[in-house]
């Protein structure tokens, strides 16, 4: 190993290790693609919670896939007497542990910080959360990691 590439391995291991990638809530405002998302998790004070020390894990609904919800149902929700059916539907994507996608093999059923028990599955090497796809998986955060869904999770009927 010459001279070059051995200074930079020993700066490589000293500052790598040290490079943090912001929280939960860092990170949606930093991708610019939760704008619906941050609202209402700053609307329900959940936000807080996910700043914390994790591990979390979020499956986070893009700005899009509030697009199936009517104008009439999002904006009723961020009242403040639907606070709690806003926590509620939030907490559905939301759990208390560090799940990858190379964690999942087959189908596997989680609680969610709601406690609602939620399905996880992995078909054709796409990871799915009840309805809603996971289209971005495994964007690591400093107290978790973030899964980005194509829709926003709805009660199992």
Do not use: C, W
């Not at 860092?26 to 591990?55: H, I, W, Y």
């Not at 697009?67 to 904006?75: E, F, M, P, R």
């Amino acid at each position: 190993m010459n001279k070059f590439n051995l200074i930079l391995s020993v700066l490589i291991m000293t500052f790598v290790p040290s490079i943090t990638f912001g929280n939960v809530i860092e990170k949606l405002n930093e991708a610019g693609k939760f704008n619906k998302l941050n609202e209402t998790l700053a609307k329900s004070g959940l936000n807080e919670n996910l700043k914390g020390a994790g591990p979390l894990t979020v499956f986070a609904p893009l700005d899009d896939a509030f697009a199936a919800i009517s104008a009439k149902t999002y904006y009723g929700l961020l009242r403040e007497e639907n606070k709690d059916k806003l926590v509620n539907i939030l907490g559905r994507h939301v759990f208390s542990k560090k799940i990858t996608s190379s964690e999942i093999d087959g189908e596997v059923k989680l609680k969610a910080i709601n406690g609602e028990e939620i399905t996880i599955k992995k078909v054709n090497g796409i990871v799915y959360i009840n309805e809603a796809e996971v289209v971005t998986a495994d964007v690591e955060v400093s107290n978790g990691v973030i899964h980005y869904i194509n829709r926003v999770l709805q009660p199992l009927k």
